[in-house]
């Protein structure tokens, strides 16, 4: 299986430059540790990568690094890995029934899974919709808490 | 037929308590309203619906132009060339029947003799009574017997004329093209020829205006022209041939039409009159069959009643006209310095170069979508090594509704900008470590003080 490299991102530059170069695709941006791969690509993101790549680019961003702390702290970020949705330089929510709407959480059960986020997030955008609900059942959705400042 | 069918009765309601209720909802069954193209159970009623009373009168106009095509053909009949009269078909909405021309020897022979035929006044009648046309327009969709029998004299009248005159190659099979796409030719040289005025406007409508009068200098110019000829012309008046070229043939009859009422007392056959009306009025067919030596340019400039001639022959006839398929003028510039092949729609010269793959337009109400405009051109620009106005700076952030926030996505990013510059200014002072003691009960407290 070739794996596809994906980029890894260490900067806020990188990331704003990202965010605003890749348009009218949607833009996955996951967040973890570069030290771990494993993390970064439990669910195969690299090969999913290449599947959505005609409507999709994906970036990994690397919380350890300093930089990127800005964006970490800005999105929120509380668990790893935590992945944002952007088309256009607009932030994309989903709606899966959990608590934050603001990024999926968690690592996607399936090649398949992450795969239909993706396109619904793509078919929303195309339609002018900043929101889309989760196309996949309860059960393949990866659950949390959300705690409020630690509380 | 179909008709006899819809013509039963829609069926009683088998339903009683709906009887009861509901007087007027009869369940009929399914007919099929021709008109309106759809199926419907709503029996007699059908008909007075302003939808389809609205579709009744598009179906009843749109027959009624073809209709006037017949009828022209009845005021003015023409012969008809077999080899053409298979594509001259005519479908009677009435009837429900093609009609064609196969066999006939005139113009609409089949059609006129169906729309005067008894049988077509009562499928006429029926028709009318069914889709609700209003019976005083029976008269509209056909013809009188009155007509038919003018007609079919004129008919005769022609054919002698075109026995009689049997000189040259034209037999009996060559005769006019009889194209339903160039009636309206016929149409000008006829109307032209029956000096009366409602003729011509008639045949204004066609977009081409009848010469009124000979155009001397037709004659002079292209006499020598139309030498030889197998058809066998003889211009009386006007020393021009007409090549006998199979689209000209059907110029021969038209002539001889015009002949026939032009110089009433004559009964000179195939009067070629002015070569400029033959080929004005079938410019088109002229034009098509690419005949050579037919005037081209001049007929244009000649076509106006009471207008003065314009007597600009000789650069017309260099440069050509719309009926050569002549560029117009102010196109032969630009022609010059592009291609040279027939010019296309600019938007389709434009499709092949725009961006591989960009079948289809995005949807500009996606998401974005401005800013990738504006990206676009800023990258385009790039590319082209201009100086792009950058305007974002280190601290640029998208905008994004955080998880805590509520409120636009613009307000929770101007948030996080200002907790972001409190955080700057209180890294600078040192936080005082917030000790975090254990609880100490009262009891504790005083055992321990005991």
Excluded at chain 1, 74 to 86: G, K, L, R
Excluded at chain 2, 331 to 346: C, G, N, V
């Amino acid at each position: 299986m070739s794996s596809y490299p994906l980029t890894v991102l260490t900067k806020n530059q990188e990331v704003d430059a990202i965010i605003r170069d890749t348009i009218d695709k949607v833009l996955v941006l996951r967040f973890g540790h570069a030290s771990d791969p494993v993390c970064l690509q439990l669910d195969d993101l690299s090969k999913s990568a290449r599947e959505v790549s005609k409507f999709a680019s994906v970036a990994l961003v690397d919380i350890d690094s300093n930089e990127i702390q800005v964006y970490v702290k800005y999105f929120d970020t509380a668990f790893i890995p935590s992945t944002v949705f952007f088309f256009n330089a607009h932030h994309m929510k989903m709606d899966s029934g959990t608590a934050d709407h603001t990024k999926w959480v968690g690592a996607f059960h399936k090649k398949q899974d992450f795969i239909d986020v993706v396109e619904a997030i793509y078919r929303g955008a195309m339609k002018g919709k900043l929101i889309v609900s989760c196309p996949l059942p309860l059960e393949r959705i990866p659950k949390y808490q959300l705690l409020y400042k630690d509380v | 037929m179909e008709e006899k069918l819809k013509a039963q009765k829609p069926n009683p309601n088998p339903n009683p308590k709906t009887n009861t209720a509901k007087k007027k909802k009869k369940k009929s069954e399914y007919e099929f309203c021709k008109v309106c193209n759809l199926n419907h159970d709503q029996g007699q009623r059908h008909k007075y619906f302003p939808s389809h009373k609205s579709s009744l009168s598009n179906f009843l106009s749109r027959f009624q132009t073809k209709l006037s095509d017949v009828r022209f053909f009845l005021k003015n009949p023409s012969p008809l060339r077999p080899e053409l009269a298979s594509k001259n078909r005519f479908w009677c909405v009435f009837c429900d029947s093609d009609i064609d021309e196969i066999g006939s020897s005139f113009a609409c022979y089949n059609a006129i003799n169906h729309l005067a035929s008894a049988d077509h006044l009562k499928n006429l009648k029926h028709f009318l009574w069914k889709y609700g046309g209003g019976m005083d327009r029976v008269d509209a969709f056909r013809i009188w017997e009155a007509d038919v029998a003018k007609w079919e004299k004129k008919c005769i009248s022609l054919k002698s004329d075109a026995v009689s005159s049997s000189q040259g190659a034209i037999g009996p099979e060559i005769g006019p093209l009889n194209d339903i796409h160039n009636e309206n030719n016929y149409g000008n040289i006829d109307n032209f020829e029956n000096s009366s005025i409602q003729s011509v406007k008639s045949s204004l409508s066609n977009g081409v205006m009848p010469l009124q009068y000979y155009t001397n200098e037709y004659q002079v110019s292209h006499s020598g022209l139309y030498e030889a000829t197998n058809v066998g012309m003889f211009a009386h008046d006007f020393g021009s041939f007409l090549p006998a070229e199979t689209c000209s043939d059907t110029n021969l009859w038209n002539l001889k039409d015009i002949r026939v009422n032009r110089n009433s007392q004559h009964s000179f056959p195939y009067n070629s009159y002015s070569s400029a009306d033959g080929s004005f009025s079938n410019g088109r067919m002229f034009q098509v069959h690419e005949d050579e030596g037919i005037v081209k340019g001049e007929s244009s400039s000649h076509g106006l009643q009471n207008l003065a001639r314009i007597s600009t022959l000789a650069p017309e006839e260099a440069r050509g006209n719309v009926h050569t398929g002549a560029p117009p003028p102010w196109l032969e510039a630009t022609e010059a310095s592009q291609i040279d092949a027939p010019l296309k729609p600019a938007a389709g010269s434009l499709v092949p170069l725009n961006k591989s793959g960009k079948s289809k337009k995005l949807n500009p109400k996606r998401v974005g979508a401005a800013w990738a405009e504006k990206r676009k051109i800023e990258l385009e620009m790039e590319k082209r090594g201009e100086i792009v106005k950058n305007d974002c700076d280190a601290n640029w952030l998208p905008n994004f509704g955080r998880v805590w926030q509520s409120g636009s996505r613009k307000e929770s990013r101007k948030e996080f900008e200002m907790e972001k510059q409190k955080l700057l200014k209180l890294g600078s002072q040192s936080e005082i470590p917030i000790e975090i003691q254990p609880y100490v009960s009262k009891r504790m407290r005083t055992e321990a003080g005991e």
